[in-house]
């Protein structure tokens, strides 16, 4: 461990993630509201909408539409007949803190999510159900906590067959896994030292190459890119014609393509034939297998995965991993 670099001890937190899947469910389970909805926007920012994505990952069909809400006040699906769920880790999240603001002039059915900060005193204000997550991390390293409350609500409201038997059993075969993921990722991060690491996935698991793609860009410090099969093969594959007789330097891409043994036949056969020709344009490719196990255990080893590779990447560079602080200067000019 290199406290000098890693000065708040992410490594750490990484280490305890897994725990944070029973606990999340724990948090949320008295958390109910009544109505008679007919959909469920969630709405947050950053590390707190992650566990959003992570939802329709799992390709359960709710019994109600839920639509995902990232940005001021509240989307035009929101109406009376509305279930609302905030998330902002800190509570002063400044978009969401609007969302939540507009759910309670309108009368709207809430729930609240977050540490504490202004959602917090809101919801307290209001009589609105809040959990409380633990706080003391990043946002983007709680994404545990808050998928797990997130499906225990929805549960609770009869929106998800409950799911938590297999989300406990997930968390101890992550606890099994986290060894080797962690040698695993220890290695990836060497070969995507001084490289721009470009994320794929099919379709069914794009918010994994997204949420790859955020990790390196917050724990690592460096540009990333992400994108999904099929689509990309009807755009930016182009990208790569050619490319050795431009000023790019593409040997400066590494892709990692994120890769379940379930994914269509044909996805399998892109993702194939993709690597081979990005490899004759001068870049790296890596196919990441998916471990085996249920679709909650290969999302979150899958991102477990992701956080090592980012945070060795980190230690690569000699960087700590936890701070963000170009976002807090930036939250900073918003005030002014």
Not at 115 to 133: D, F, M, W
Not at 252 to 271: T, Y
Not at 283 to 293: D, Y
Request: charged share 20%.
């Amino acid at each position: 461990m290199n406290t000098k670099i890693d000065v708040s001890n992410m490594r750490q937190v990484i280490i305890d993630s897994a725990l944070q899947l029973p606990e999340g469910l724990e948090l949320a389970k008295n958390i109910t509201v009544e109505g008679n909805f007919t959909n469920i926007i969630i709405c947050g920012m950053g590390g707190s909408t992650l566990p959003a994505l992570l939802i329709e990952t799992l390709h359960i069909k709710p019994a109600l539409p839920i639509y995902i809400h990232q940005s001021y006040g509240l989307p035009v699906q929101a109406d009376q007949n509305s279930l609302i769920i905030c998330i902002s880790y800190s509570g002063n999240t400044e978009e969401t803190v609007s969302s939540l603001q507009e759910a309670v002039q309108k009368k709207l059915t809430t729930i609240a999510m977050a540490t504490g900060g202004e959602i917090a005193s809101i919801a307290k204000k209001n009589n609105i159900p809040l959990v409380t997550i633990p706080s003391g991390i990043q946002p983007r390293c709680a994404t545990g906590y808050i998928f797990s409350a997130l499906v225990q609500i929805l549960i609770n409201a009869k929106v998800f067959p409950d799911i938590s038997p297999e989300i406990l059993a997930a968390a101890k075969q992550l606890q099994e896994a986290a060894p080797s993921l962690k040698k695993e990722g220890k290695t990836l991060a060497k070969k995507l030292h001084k490289k721009i690491p470009v994320i794929y996935a099919s379709k069914n698991f794009e918010a994994l190459s997204h949420i790859w793609k955020i990790k390196f860009n917050e724990n690592s410090k460096i540009p990333a890119f992400w994108n999904f099969f099929p689509e990309l093969n009807h755009n930016e594959m182009v990208g790569y014609t050619k490319i050795k007789n431009s000023k790019l330097k593409i040997q400066n891409f590494h892709v990692l393509m994120l890769q379940d043994a379930n994914d269509h036949p044909r996805i399998i056969k892109r993702m194939a034939l993709t690597a081979n020709l990005i490899k004759k344009s001068g870049a790296k490719t890596q196919t990441i297998n998916f471990q085996e196990g249920s679709i909650v255990f290969k999302i979150f080893s899958c991102l477990l995965l992701g956080d090592w590779t980012s945070y060795y990447l980190a230690m690569e560079y000699g960087i700590d991993p936890t701070p963000v602080k170009i976002v807090e200067e930036f939250k900073g000019m918003m005030v002014k």
